[in-house]
């Protein structure tokens, strides 16, 4: 099947979810500029980038059998199974269903929450976006009863101990949400996040130069955002061993810059911010004008089911957790966050671009952290 690419035109998007006062708000964003597609015409591909792009600009294999997945998202995605099984048929990735043990969806407290449109078409992204960097993964949705704060740690706490007779303990954890920075976090991180060998990732913030929780906690894993493109003649940049066929640089909108509560991790030793946790950690695709596709048949909250073109750090999340699992479970001891920042040399270096008051440049930076993946090695120990 051919190759689709994003449209290059002027795009604009907006917010999946709407920011309430007290609450976490999804980081997904959609493409308003182009209508959902409702079909395909035979053996073509959707708008946006797909699986098969996303193993070609991270250097990724074909793998992750045997290794869960679990994003934790807020409220009720009705149609989760049948939209991931229309995805991975589309894309030629093998099934994904309960009944073959890959693909589960669960409740956080036992019960069946609301649906809400928003959250529904975050949870698309979510699991859409594993099966394009972890293709063989299995995948657990575990939804909170609703976008509270302590729900959605609640769900996180079920993602991590798993369900006996449903999945087991989640190695790697997707947090494709935030709020804003305050000081209880650092006080309430350990008894979510402090837990060696879980991989938790987060999803840094679309807002530029202002980082998000759970992303800045020092125990998870920050994902920011990049904009990719492709180029007829790559050529090698600055640090990059071989040629590569995208130029990628940082993202306005990566949630990024110095943490005011959070204690800097031992394995950061940037000088950005010098006695705070800097966020992000690394970073992955997030700009919607070069965004995934995604397909959905529950309404959007502008009415419109089928493909849609996503972006935002929600998107970053998910890739980055699947990419962990690909390189294998953690040590048992081992502070997967770490991970990267053992590892730099497996990582495309971002040096352009800017979020906020804060630039890419060569080496750690704070839009992109480390850079983005190359391969899957820098995700190990």
Request: charged share 15%; proline share 12%.
């Amino acid at each position: 099947m051919p190759a689709a690419r994003p449209p290059e035109r002027p795009a604009t998007s907006k917010p999946v979810c709407t920011p309430k006062p007290g609450r976490a708000t999804c980081q997904s964003l959609v493409r308003t500029d182009l209508p959902a597609v409702r079909s395909l015409t035979p053996g073509s591909l959707p708008a946006g980038y797909g699986p098969p792009h996303i193993r070609r600009i991270y250097q990724l294999p074909f793998g992750g059998g045997g290794r869960t997945v679990a994003i934790v998202s807020a409220f009720h995605y009705p149609t989760a199974e049948a939209d991931l099984a229309e995805y991975r048929r589309t894309y030629g990735l093998p099934p994904c269903t309960t009944a073959n043990g890959c693909f589960d969806q669960v409740y956080a407290t036992g019960v069946q929450p609301p649906v809400d449109a928003g959250w529904a078409l975050e949870s698309a992204i979510d699991i859409e976006a594993v099966s394009a960097s972890c293709p063989r993964c299995r995948i657990v949705l575990v939804e909170a009863a609703s976008d509270v704060i302590g729900d959605l740690l609640n769900a996180v706490t079920v993602a991590r101990t798993g369900v006996p007779g449903v999945f087991p303990p989640a190695k790697f954890i997707s947090m494709s949400w935030g709020d804003g920075e305050n000081p209880v976090q650092p006080v309430i991180d350990p008894t979510y996040f402090d837990f060696p060998g879980v991989a938790f990732v987060a999803s840094s913030g679309n807002t530029g130069g202002v980082p998000d929780w759970p992303a800045l906690s020092k125990f998870v894993t920050a994902a920011g955002g990049t904009r990719i493109n492709e180029v007829a003649n790559p050529v090698p940049g600055p640090q990059r061993t071989r040629p590569r066929p995208y130029y990628e640089t940082a993202w306005s909108g990566s949630g990024s810059g110095c943490t005011q509560f959070q204690p800097k991790p031992v394995w950061q030793a940037d000088t950005i911010c010098p006695t705070t946790r800097t966020s992000v950690d690394v970073s992955a695709l997030a700009d919607p004008t070069t965004g995934i596709s995604i397909y959905t048949t529950t309404p959007t909250p502008d009415n419109q089911t089928g493909w849609l073109i996503a972006g935002g750090t929600s998107v970053a999340s998910p890739l980055i957790a699947g990419i962990y699992a690909q390189a294998g479970n953690p040590g048992p001891n081992d502070r997967p966050n770490s991970y990267p920042y053992a590892n730099r040399r497996f990582f495309w270096d971002i040096n352009v671009g800017t979020a906020g008051a804060f630039s890419a440049g060569l080496g750690y930076d704070a839009p992109t952290g480390v850079g983005s993946p190359r391969g899957v090695r820098g995700f190990r120990r």
